[in-house]
């Protein structure tokens, strides 16, 4: 007994030896060399797995991407069916790995308000007259149901006897809402389309556009391919109504959608009115989209308007900065200039959409908000976001021009 205990004893004194001297016996490479094809086989599944959930997010963003179009195509129903399917089996961390040429997590993930609050208004059995609302679209529930429903709805109510119908010339809006929300919204040919086939006699178009600019020039150019198709055909003004040759030239249009936008951000912000906001060194700035059509005469108009109307705190920018004096930039020294040190911005849209939302009021560096913020002029920015058509005195104006063009089929 006593033999055996002494020579396990030296056994272990001389693994001992052998370790501190260097030399390592066979037995311990082993184990050292498991260890290691261990950590490697880790590592290789850590990089496999890694590159499953960039392939599986990349699929994703090439799916989001196909339908991210301003052309509706025989497999957009199917496409944008299997762009959802595909992100619904992707994981949160993949999901977060979806980035393409216009995809990206928000596509799918961003939470914009209950789609199920809408209305397509895409219902067959129309009858004979039917008032089509045609707008540009946006990918936002809330302001959809807000500002483009309320204008359908208030039309629905004034005029009864006229089944009101949607479309959006914005397929890539279309296709997003559709692949996102599973709701199926008409563009145009679509909407012309069902009127036809519906019977429908009398055809008046609103569109909630807020200028005769490109998108109207466009929807024009689509109706004329369908004049044949009904006994009469009215189109309705724009919110501005006509443009006029230069900046000097205004109307009653542009005079109502200015008390009525003035108004409400007054409101909001908490002022009883434009003069009693500018007193508490307020200032204004409305922000439109901007274009590079003739129409962009428009916002100089606009801001002639408030001139007019003894707004010296009221300012009209675009995101475009189309005409130039409607830059970001060139507001900011307007404002600066002027002396006023508390900033509201507020949308001159109908729609407070991904504009309001991100050009205007987001948090990147290159948002008017962060823009008027890091030029140091200003003690505050606040941003309201609210689109022109949640307001009933825009609402109204919708009304009236709709009774117009209405007025005018009996001429």
Same mark, same amino acid.
């Given at each position: 007994m006593r033999n055996k205990t002494f020579r396990a004893l030296a056994l272990g004194l001389s693994a001992t030896t052998f370790m501190m001297m260097g030399t390592v016996p066979a037995f311990a490479e082993e184990e050292t060399a498991v260890e290691a094809e261990a950590e490697t086989e880790e590592t290789d599944?850590?990089?496999?797995?890694?590159?499953?959930?960039?392939? *599986?997010?990349?699929?994703?963003?090439?799916?989001?991407?196909?339908? %991210? !179009?301003?052309?509706?195509?025989?497999?957009?129903?199917?496409?944008?069916?299997a762009a959802k399917e595909a992100w619904d089996a992707l994981t949160d961390a993949q999901k977060e790995l979806v980035e393409g040429e216009e995809a990206s997590p928000d596509y799918f993930g961003l939470d914009t308000g209950d789609a199920s609050a809408d209305d397509a208004l895409n219902q067959d059995e129309i009858?004979?007259?039917?008032?089509?609302?045609?707008?540009?679209?946006?990918? %936002?529930?809330?302001?959809?149901?807000?500002?483009?429903?309320?204008?359908?709805? $208030?039309?629905?109510?004034?005029?009864?006897?006229?089944?009101?119908?949607?479309?959006?010339?914005?397929?890539?809006?279309?296709? /997003?809402?559709?692949?996102?929300? @599973?709701?199926?919204?008409?563009?145009?040919?679509q909407a012309l389309d069902r009127a036809a086939a519906n019977g429908v006699k009398n055809l008046v178009v609103q569109p909630t556009h807020l200028m005769h600019g490109a998108e109207y020039d466009e929807m024009t150019e689509a109706l004329e391919e369908y004049q044949e198709q009904f006994e009469s055909i009215a189109v309705a003004e724009p919110l501005l109504g006509e443009v006029g040759d230069d900046a000097t030239v205004i109307n009653a249009d542009k005079e109502a959608v200015a008390k009525a936008v003035t108004d409400a951000a007054v409101a909001d912000a908490g002022y009883e009115s434009m003069e009693k906001a500018a007193e508490d060194g307020v200032a204004f700035v409305f922000m439109g989209h901007g274009t590079s059509h003739t129409a962009k005469v428009s916002y100089s108009q606009m801001q002639t308007q408030m001139d007019e109307l003894g707004f010296a705190n009221a300012f009209i920018?675009?995101?475009?900065?189309?005409?130039?004096?409607? $830059?970001?930039?060139? !507001?900011?020294?307007?404002?600066? &200039? *002027?002396? %006023?040190?508390?900033?509201?911005?507020?949308?001159?849209?109908? !729609? *407070? @959409?991904? /504009? *309001?939302?991100? =050009?205007?009021?987001?948090? &990147?560096?290159?948002?008017?908000?962060?823009?008027? &913020?890091?030029?140091?002029?200003?003690?505050?920015?606040?941003?309201?976001?609210?689109?022109?058509?949640?307001?009933?005195? !825009?609402?109204?104006?919708?009304? =009236? /021009?709709?009774?117009?063009?209405?007025?005018?089929?009996?001429?």
């Open positions: 599944a850590a990089e496999e797995g890694a590159d499953a959930d960039q392939a *599986a997010a990349d699929n994703v963003a090439a799916l989001i991407d196909k339908i %991210y !179009v301003q052309e509706r195509t025989e497999t957009t129903d199917d496409d944008c069916k009858g004979e007259n039917e008032l089509l609302v045609v707008s540009f679209g946006t990918s %936002y529930n809330g302001s959809r149901v807000e500002d483009i429903k309320g204008i359908e709805d $208030a039309l629905k109510e004034a005029y009864p006897d006229w089944s009101v119908r949607r479309a959006f010339t914005a397929q890539i809006i279309i296709n /997003h809402v559709q692949a996102r929300d @599973g709701e199926a919204i008409d563009n145009m040919q920018g675009t995101v475009e900065g189309e005409p130039e004096d409607t $830059a970001c930039e060139a !507001v900011i020294d307007k404002v600066k &200039e *002027a002396g %006023y040190k508390k900033v509201v911005l507020r949308p001159l849209m109908v !729609v *407070a @959409g991904d /504009h *309001a939302n991100n =050009d205007m009021a987001g948090e &990147e560096e290159d948002s008017w908000k962060s823009m008027f &913020e890091a030029s140091g002029n200003f003690d505050s920015v606040d941003a309201q976001i609210a689109g022109l058509g949640s307001i009933d005195a !825009v609402k109204q104006l919708y009304v =009236d /021009h709709t009774k117009a063009a209405i007025d005018s089929l009996a001429e």
